[in-house]
């Protein structure tokens, strides 16, 4: 009997202008079940990505090298710049003994490696990769959001909140390592969905031949390259920092179960025992295996070592033999180093940090931090006789402090509608939040959220997206719909406009500093 169908195939949010006459609803029926077809306007849709590229990449390198603390790195830069400084003059591994263990992998600093070669040892040097990290999450945000929505619209308006926003903003003008994780984590979450769009387009395929009841467990799949690519761009988010795993798992559980809701909604006779039989097997080889051999590449340079830090720890501190490559053994043993370095990294054993914040307080950004602050003399021309500048990592207000109610709609959707874009949209932002809850006195950062922002910019749009109106929706209804929609990002805009002097280190005035400074919680703690 054929399964009922899905909440996504509804007629795509937004992708006609207000006021034109919707085409006739497509049934229910037969291929229609596996969801709708991508959005047609191809041309509009990369020009779109084009603009708002570009406007991406003035926004995020706009004065780029300042400031800098009298021309050395600020805040957490002044630990991965000087190491990716290390990298170029020593083959690609640190060096400098004054780092007793260097505790995140290499390949984020590899690439900020790469700035400082092109652009030499200054501010914008060490920040243009991780500017241009910062550019190309705002374009995958826009594709991807574009198939989710089956919207051009909302794409583009997903790119804007992005650059709106301004803990992306700051983050990706950071020689820090959270821009290159949030560029890999966005990036597998567009081959993610892709390959499920893929997978359907098959099984339509399938549905069309009359094929599908051949097997009560349904067709094979064949190679799927999407979730192979998937699987390389997690390995090299771990590369990046190991808070790459959280998406691992729950990209690995997404994956699975799209697969299934997949051959039911194909009319497959035992959906479930064919995931397991089918798909399973498959999944684990592509987002287990293939990251752990992703995340070992970006080793490459310590493995060709002589000198890198436990490369030939057996010999040295470890004994025996063993089947297992002598470097993996090292490598194993410098991770179990690194592991206790992160154990012990809590608030008992190192004191408060006086940014320090915990996970409930990421999700509306209560508890922002400062990069840089400086004052007195030393800075001129806020057009006062003093003068202060600062760097803020703060998230728009105006998109993050209704983050609460987005996240609530996206949970009755996902569990009332079973509408699958909200689903992978909380599984996106739940890996990146919830495994902070399990040990609570650790140390903890507001930069941590840098790569779930793209999903709450994704469920900000979605929710948009319902504020608009479907394509059946009256005239007076979608118009309503848009004037409320362009009131809101037009509030994100000015807001993000507001804070750009405490985003970019310009001087202002003592009084303009504390108008910046909305809640207690953003102020410095004793």
Same mark, same amino acid.
């Given at each position: ?181 949030? &560029?890999?984590?966005? /990036?597998? @979450?567009?081959? +993610? %969905?892709?390959?499920? #769009?893929?997978?359907?387009? $098959?099984? *339509?395929? !399938? ?37 790459? &795993?959280?998406?691992? /798992?729950? @990209?690995?559980? +997404? %994956?699975?179960?799209? #697969?299934?809701?997949?051959? $039911?909604? *194909?009319? !497959? ?258």
């Amino acid at each position: 009997m054929p399964s009922r169908p899905e909440q996504e195939d509804e007629p795509g949010t937004g992708n006609l202008p207000v006021g034109d006459v919707p085409p006739p609803r497509r049934p229910a029926t037969g291929t229609a079940l596996l969801g709708s077809p991508p959005p047609t306007d191809r041309l509009r849709g990369w020009l779109v990505t084009i603009v708002l590229g570009a406007i991406a990449m003035a926004v995020r390198f706009a004065g780029l090298g300042h400031p800098t603390d009298g021309g050395t790195p600020v805040f957490d830069e002044k630990h991965y710049v000087p190491q990716a400084w290390q990298m170029l003059r020593n083959g690609g591994v640190e060096d400098d003994p004054g780092f007793a263990l260097v505790v995140h992998p290499p390949l984020a600093k590899q690439l900020i490696a790469v700035g400082e070669w092109l652009f030499d040892y200054n501010g914008f040097g060490w920040r243009a990769s991780a500017a241009f990290a910062g550019v190309l999450t705002v374009v995958l945000l826009i594709r991807v959001t574009r198939r989710l929505t089956r919207s051009t619209l909302l794409g583009g308006i997903a790119g804007i909140l992005l650059i709106c926003d301004g803990l992306s903003h700051v983050q990706s003008r950071m020689g820090m390592l959270d821009a290159f994780l949030a &560029l890999t984590v966005t /990036a597998a @979450f567009t081959t +993610l %969905v892709r390959d499920r #769009d893929d997978v359907r387009a $098959r099984l *339509a395929v !399938v549905m069309l031949e009359g094929r599908i009841a051949d097997s009560p467990y349904g067709p094979r799949l064949g190679f799927r390259w999407w979730r192979l690519a998937t699987g390389v761009l997690l390995g090299l988010g771990c590369g990046v920092k190991w808070s790459g &795993l959280y998406w691992v /798992a729950g @990209f690995g559980v +997404l %994956v699975v179960l799209w #697969d299934m809701a997949a051959r $039911r909604a *194909a009319g !497959v006779e035992r959906p479930l025992r064919g995931t397991i039989v089918r798909d399973l097997g498959p999944a684990l080889w592509a987002l287990l295996l293939v990251p752990l051999l992703a995340y070992l590449s970006t080793w490459w340079a310590w493995f060709g070592s002589e000198t890198a830090y436990d490369r030939h720890a057996v010999g040295e501190r470890l004994t025996g033999t063993s089947i297992i490559p002598d470097a993996l053994r090292g490598l194993w043993s410098y991770g179990g180093e690194v592991l206790a370095f992160h154990d012990g990294l809590t608030t008992q054993a190192a004191g408060v940090h006086p940014w320090e914040s915990k996970p409930w307080a990421w999700p509306m950004g209560l508890r922002p931090m400062l990069y840089y602050y400086a004052s007195g003399s030393q800075v001129t021309g806020c057009g006062g006789t003093e003068c202060v500048s600062a760097v803020m990592l703060i998230g728009t207000p105006a998109l993050w402090w209704p983050a609460l109610a987005v996240l609530a709609f996206s949970l009755w959707r996902t569990f009332a509608r079973f509408d699958w874009r909200y689903a992978g949209v909380l599984f996106g932002y739940g890996s990146g939040i919830l495994p902070w809850f399990i040990n609570i006195d650790r140390q903890m950062y507001f930069f941590y959220m840098a790569p779930v922002v793209p999903f709450l910019v994704i469920a900000t749009v979605l929710v948009m997206g319902e504020v608009l109106g479907r394509a059946g929706a009256s005239k007076e209804r979608r118009q309503t719909g848009l004037l409320v929609v362009g009131l809101w990002i037009g509030v994100i805009v000015a807001n993000f406009i507001w804070l750009w002097p405490i985003l970019v280190g310009q001087p202002i005035t003592p009084a303009m500093w504390e108008a910046q400074l909305w809640l207690p919680s953003w102020r410095q703690q004793s």
